[in-house]
């Protein structure tokens, strides 16, 4: 069995607020498209985060649709599966499910419930030629019973050992989140006995570096390869931020038979646009005009990427100082584009406070401002719960009533 492993694309991504990023995509695509013409896979899995935004703009959904009817035009054998991420909107992407079957393409957006009966956790099992796949979106909850379940449904007809390819968007334990900037709170993980006994190759994304688990020490190797079971993160298609700064990668993944050997080779991404952080020396910036200074001959040198200062917080810096960054941006030749969040280096008197202790995806998942403010509560002095609430629901009382 042979499947190309993407995940993250993070389709709409307006990055510093300032930056689509079609053109970037659109690169990529052009790489995957080719990819899966040269390799002729037995399916194109893309294991969540399709879209950056729970609700992505028409433009942004016609560049999906555009790109993934492409591929399957040229690749008409070809089975492509695609499940929801954390930024999806699980709903969307399980209502558009139907149509996509006519194009051999499974969207999955919507977990099976904890009490679901074998005629639904069918629904998550595709089954391919040279072998099956579990299709699981992401996940909120930490049960993996579904996922054993649908494991063991297919034991009982592999009789001929087919590869077995599990699907997941989860940060599993171990895993290297080099990279990701979780600024609020802390990345809850997932031990790896969630995806169940019996898989061949589990195929992550959440994660945006490229890694086997427990086999770290290859994550740059452009070939490894490894005994059952693996699980692997393919990486982001592109870099998401000026954190991450390594190759990323799509897996072509090869599997023998079920119980046998995987071999993974990393396709590099060429980046269309990438991200520095200056200066490149890894010293930090101590004075505002020599950072100007050093923007100024980036744009002479006709630099087409992303960019982002590292300074010392000893640097005094005068009010206009981002003005003057962005009038060399506007003027310049190239595609230069400026993120603003200085990288601070040094230490900052008050410098340690108490921090919130939950990931960002609880944050989304959040309803009622009172959770955030319940969690967040010990970090303001005088902050009284019962009489916020009481606020929230008088504010409550003459809006519904």
């Known amino acids: 069995m042979k499947i190309i492993h993407t995940a993250d694309l993070h389709l709409g991504q307006l990055i510093y607020q300032n930056y689509d990023r079609v053109d970037e995509h659109r690169h990529f695509f052009r790489q995957l498209e080719k990819w899966c013409i040269d390799e002729q896979p037995d399916a194109l899995i893309v294991s969540g985060d399709v879209f950056d935004i729970q609700q992505p703009s028409a433009a942004t959904r016609k560049f999906f649709t555009d790109a993934f009817v492409s591929i399957r035009r040229v690749c ?7 499940t929801a991420g954390n930024h999806d909107s ?5 209502a558009d499910s139907s149509i996509w079957e006519i194009a051999e393409t499974t969207l ?50 592999n009789k001929s050992l087919k590869p077995v390819v599990v699907m997941g968007h989860v940060a599993v334990t171990g895993s290297d989140v080099t990279g990701h900037n979780f600024e609020i709170g802390t990345l809850r993980t997932t031990d790896v006995e969630y995806f169940g006994k019996g898989a061949d190759y589990v195929a992550l994304g959440h994660i945006h570096k490229p890694q086997t688990i427990g086999h770290q020490e290859d994550c740059m190797k452009e070939e490894a390869h490894y005994p059952t079971p693996v699980i692997r993160y393919s990486g982001s298609a592109l870099h998401v931020s000026c954190d991450e700064q390594y ?10 038979r079920h119980g046998g050997e995987v071999n993974i080779r990393q396709l ?17 910036f101590t004075d505002a005009d020599e950072a100007v200074a050093e923007v100024q001959r980036l744009a002479a040198d006709g630099y087409s990427g992303y960019f982002r ?27 230069l584009r400026y993120n603003p969040k200085i990288e601070w280096t040094g230490k900052m008197v008050n410098e340690e406070e108490a921090k919130p202790t939950f990931e960002v995806a609880e944050l989304q998942q959040m309803t009622d401002p009172m959770q955030f403010i319940a969690k967040t509560i010990d970090s303001y002095e005088g902050l009284e719960a019962d009489e916020i609430r009481e606020m929230f629901d008088e504010v409550k009382r003459v809006l519904y009533e």
């Open 90 to 94: 699980a709903s969307r992407i399980q």
């Open 268 to 284: 590099r991404i060429d980046e269309l646009l990438h991200f520095h952080v200056l200066p490149n020396n890894g010293s930090s």
């Open 76 to 82: 008409p054998s070809m089975h492509i599966v695609i």
């Open 108 to 157: 999955i957006g919507t977990p099976p419930s904890a009490l679901a009966e074998r005629d639904v956790l069918e629904k998550y099992i595709v089954r391919l030629e040279n072998g099956y796949i579990i299709a699981i979106p992401y996940y909120s909850s930490s049960s993996n019973n579904q996922i054993q379940a649908m494991l063991d449904i297919i034991d009982e007809e």
């Open 247 to 256: 190759p990323h990668t799509v897996s072509l993944v090869e599997i023998d």
């Open 309 to 335: 200062l590292r300074m010392s917080y000893s640097t005094y810096l005068p009010a206009d100082f981002n003005q003057r960054i962005y009038e060399i941006k506007e003027v310049a030749e190239g595609t």
